[in-house]
């Protein structure tokens, strides 16, 4: 991996790590909001609802634009399917340890049948 990906990597998970920036990207994922919109269900101020935007926008995970006096914030699909490829990488080291766990229960499963009927 190159260092540039490694340091979007470490943007992405900083910016995904707070759940307030979870729920505007969730928001963004059904379409293009301005940013007094996107603020509406947070208890907090404009200016830091503004704040996890930049975190988003630095993190190459959302775009914004001006129209007029308003701003819009748009989803960038794009970065997501990176982190989720980085993720996918270790689906297979999961998939190998939950086939391992259904093997040794299985085997409990088989040694207790057989104590079973023997006692």
Request: charged share 30%; glycine share 4%; proline share 4%.
């Amino acid at each position: 991996m190159t260092q540039a990906e490694e340091e979007f990597l470490d943007r992405a998970f900083a910016a995904l790590a707070d759940p307030t920036r979870r729920a505007i990207l969730a928001r963004l994922a059904l379409g293009e909001a301005a940013v007094t919109e996107l603020a509406e269900p947070f208890e907090m101020s404009l200016p830091a609802v503004s704040k996890h935007l930049k975190v988003l926008e630095r993190a190459g995970l959302i775009t914004r634009s001006n129209q007029a006096q308003w701003r819009y914030c748009r989803l960038d699909p794009a970065p997501l399917k990176q982190v989720a490829q980085w993720v996918g990488d270790y689906k297979r080291f999961w998939d190998e340890s939950y086939e391992r766990l259904d093997e040794y229960l299985e085997d409990l499963k088989r040694k207790t049948a057989q104590e079973g009927v023997e006692g």
